[in-house]
């Protein structure tokens, strides 16, 4: 079994790579930084340090890697053959490797007949729905018609902390020792692929949301907050009970929704907050705030997590989730000069206000109960920090 995977960075590492090439597949990591690429070639293997309260070593073998910008005909080939494509690039790239799927599609379509199975594994809802679509934008009707005989496009929701590294070894990737791998079964063709590790579910929706409510929701709280009051790390931030109760208090409001929408037992989203906290406390690890409240307008989206449960809040309970509010008002003080679209948020707030931003990226109307909320908090924030 072959698998082609798009970003040989922290998650492609440190958790899809791994996994695959444990479930028996020849993993192909398709990237742009050539040093990782060059040394993945040159070892064919990597060590993942699992770091709990035991520190772990694992080697994943059997792999290899292409550049996706200097040996374009090789990846075409690499997914003409694969069983498998799988991508954790972050969302805005999927665009940009669509083509590439798309030419190593249409190699396939014309000398083979096997299935193929996508699964874009990034922090969004639909992800693989959203590569599907700009890979047909670039298929004729009846290459398009063939995609759907022969191409099964899986969404999922993957779930692993994996900071950005600092090891010495470049390849060497250091990872949380919880993993979930979510994949919905609806879209395969023929069986499910083989993936240890990884469990196939008819319906993805409760999974995405709990896992982009809670864990995303909670993360972004604790980075946002723990921003304003000059934390560099995730676990510096958790350690502020300031901060831990509001991180707490948010997930209660997004779990709220939860429970209500999916009818769940309280007791067991419960759990799966108080499991949550403990991951972003995880003394062994070292996660830093700016890689977590990297990207500010995405995370400011009306489906992302933030927005997505504060609005759903208001609808369910008719009333202002306070602490999801404070989320966004600390979230919309992110001005890391390092991060483009932080300082596009910031351009954007010094222009048309935060009004005018929660309605550009957020899609809510200035009436909209949320945003006087967002502004009271916002507004004491700016006063103290
Ligand atoms: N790190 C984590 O804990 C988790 C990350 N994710 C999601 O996984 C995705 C990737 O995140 P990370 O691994 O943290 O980021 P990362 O930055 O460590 O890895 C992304 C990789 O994609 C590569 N890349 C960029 N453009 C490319 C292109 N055109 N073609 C091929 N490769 C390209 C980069 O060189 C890099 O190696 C994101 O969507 C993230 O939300 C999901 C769950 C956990
Ligand atoms: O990868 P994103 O969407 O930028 O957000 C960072 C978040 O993703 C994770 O890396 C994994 O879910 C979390 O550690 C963090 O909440």
């Known amino acids: 079994m072959r698998a082609v995977h798009f970003g040989a960075g922290n998650i492609g590492r440190g958790f899809i790579g791994s996994l695959l090439a444990a479930s028996g597949y020849d993993v192909v990591f398709v990237d742009v930084n050539e040093q990782i690429v060059r040394l993945l070639k040159e070892r064919g293997e990597y060590r993942v340090i699992v770091a709990g309260e035991r520190r772990e070593e694992q080697w994943v073998r059997g792999v290899s890697a292409l550049n996706s910008q200097t040996e374009r005909e090789k990846v075409i080939e690499a997914i003409a053959d694969a069983d498998l494509v799988t991508t954790a690039v972050g969302p805005p790239i999927l665009p940009a490797i669509a083509p590439l799927v798309v030419d190593g ?147 209660s409001e997004s779990g709220a929704v939860l429970v209500k929408k999916h009818g ?34 995405r995370k400011l989206g009306p489906n992302d997590r933030l927005v997505a449960p504060a609005t759903q809040y208001c609808t369910l309970f008719g009333s202002v989730p306070a602490g999801l509010a404070k989320g966004i008002a600390a979230l919309l003080r992110f001005d890391d000069a390092s991060d483009a679209e932080a300082a596009a948020l910031q351009q954007t ?37």
């Open 264 to 297: 769940w037992d309280a007791n067991e989203h419960r759990a799966y907050i108080d499991t949550t906290i403990g991951r972003f406390m995880n003394p062994s690890l070292s996660d830093d705030i700016l890689r977590v409240a990297r990207s500010p307008i």
């Open 105 to 251: 599609l249409k190699q396939r379509f014309a000398t083979r007949q096997k299935p193929l199975h996508v699964i874009a594994c990034e922090n969004m809802i639909a992800g693989t729905e959203a590569l599907k679509q700009h890979i047909l934008a670039h298929l004729s009707e009846a290459e398009q018609q063939l995609a759907s005989k022969h191409v099964g496009f899986l969404n999922c929701a993957v779930d692993r902390i994996v900071p950005n590294q600092t090891n010495d070894d470049p390849l060497a990737v250091t990872v949380e020792p919880f993993f979930e791998w979510a994949i919905e079964a609806r879209n395969v063709i023929g069986t499910v692929p083989p993936i240890q590790g990884a469990h196939f579910v008819a319906d993805l929706g409760p999974y995405i949301e709990r896992k982009l409510f809670t864990v995303n929701t909670g993360h972004a709280l604790a980075a946002y907050l723990g921003y304003l009051r000059n934390y560099k790390t995730v676990q510096e931030a958790m350690n502020d009970e300031g901060i831990r109760l509001n991180v707490e208090q948010a997930l």
């Open 349 to 385: 707030i010094a222009h048309h206000g935060i009004e005018g931003a929660l309605r550009q990226y957020a899609g809510l109307e200035s009436a909209h109960p949320l945003v006087a909320a967002v502004r009271e908090e916002y507004d004491k924030m700016r006063k103290s920090h």
